[in-house]
């Protein structure tokens, strides 16, 4: 018999008309904003060109939309604080997908892709018996309580898939990006950020800087970092009843629903038109359209008018 929870701490039959009413429509917002994105998706696939420098852009763009489509079923069952977490990476791929349309376009791509494909060729090089990396590997495995004891997965022709990622960096589309790589790793003396390459932004920080969103990156990025790491689990989650006594939230609270819907709304709201801009503008009156008969009406009826006050 599967096991009963305590409804004080997860309440698995909610039974709120008026907030779960609300919820539905913050959900419904963010479905219509994905909806819209997958049209422009499908618009840009049978308009792309190009080589891997666009890679990092589709699949950011896909990745955006794929967390706002998880934040809206989120949403809907009351699962609130959890969404915070997606916002971030949601963030970082807005900037993503900025920066690199914003000018240099081929350069940054490449820049995205050269970290991307030494990030794939270390993993191989862990799992390469005759490799350095693989030793120490083996090292941290050992004093792995959890892991120590499991097979290391076996990856056929390891060797030759590491030579052929090899060889596509160096090949001439690479070559630059390469080169830079290499510069500022030697003097940095560590792996660099893509975004760094180039006399780019070092960090995360100052590429949200560089975009004119810093105040994004402090109240989002900053801020919720400490659910991603799970330091900022007792601040709103506890509350003191007196000297001797307090109480803990339950899971599943609809507090700070208005806001997670609000920004994932407006994330996705921000890169759809540089996306059409840049890859389909054409279809830029039909954005236009779309916004003023869709989105201004949920702006204006649901997400200004109906706000859950959790006391």
């Not at 308009?47 to 666009?54: D, F, N, R, T």
């Not at 967390?67 to 809206?72: C, E, K, Q, R």
Request: charged share 30%.
């Amino acid at each position: 018999m599967p096991t009963k929870p305590d409804e004080d701490f997860i309440p698995r039959n909610i039974e709120n008309p008026e907030i779960q009413e609300i919820l539905n429509q913050y959900s419904s917002a963010l479905e219509e904003v994905v909806n819209f994105a997958s049209n422009v998706a499908k618009w840009c696939s049978e308009k792309i060109h190009g080589g891997e420098e666009l890679a990092p852009v589709i699949m950011s763009f896909r990745h955006i939309f794929e967390l706002i489509d998880a934040i809206s079923v989120l949403v809907k069952y009351w699962c609130i604080d959890p969404c915070k977490i997606l916002l971030r990476s949601v963030f970082e791929s807005v900037l993503t997908i900025k920066y690199i349309l914003e000018k240099d376009t081929e350069k940054r791509g490449l820049a995205f892709m050269t970290y991307l494909w030494h990030q794939v060729i270390n993993n191989l090089r862990k799992m390469n018996p005759s490799d350095s990396m693989h030793k120490q590997f083996l090292i941290k495995k050992r004093r792995d309580k959890l892991m120590k004891n499991m097979a290391l997965p076996k990856i056929p022709n390891v060797k030759d898939r590491i030579k052929i990622l090899e060889d596509h960096l160096a090949s001439p589309e690479y070559i630059e990006s390469e080169r830079e790589f290499q510069r500022l790793k030697n003097a940095i003396k560590r792996k660099p950020n893509w975004h760094s390459m180039h006399g780019g932004p070092a960090n995360i920080e100052g590429l949200a800087d560089h975009l004119e969103l810093p105040m994004e990156y402090e109240l989002l990025y900053r801020e919720w970092s400490g659910l991603v790491h799970g330091i900022d689990i007792i601040i709103n989650n506890i509350e003191v009843v007196d000297q001797d006594s307090s109480l803990i939230s339950q899971i599943r609270l609809p507090r700070d629903a208005f806001d997670v819907t609000t920004r994932a709304m407006s994330f996705g709201l921000e890169i759809i038109p540089p996306f059409i801009e840049y890859f389909v503008p054409e279809k830029a009156k039909e954005m236009k359209d779309w916004f003023n008969r869709e989105i201004e009406p949920l702006k204006r009826d649901i997400l200004r008018r109906n706000r859950i006050i959790v006391k």
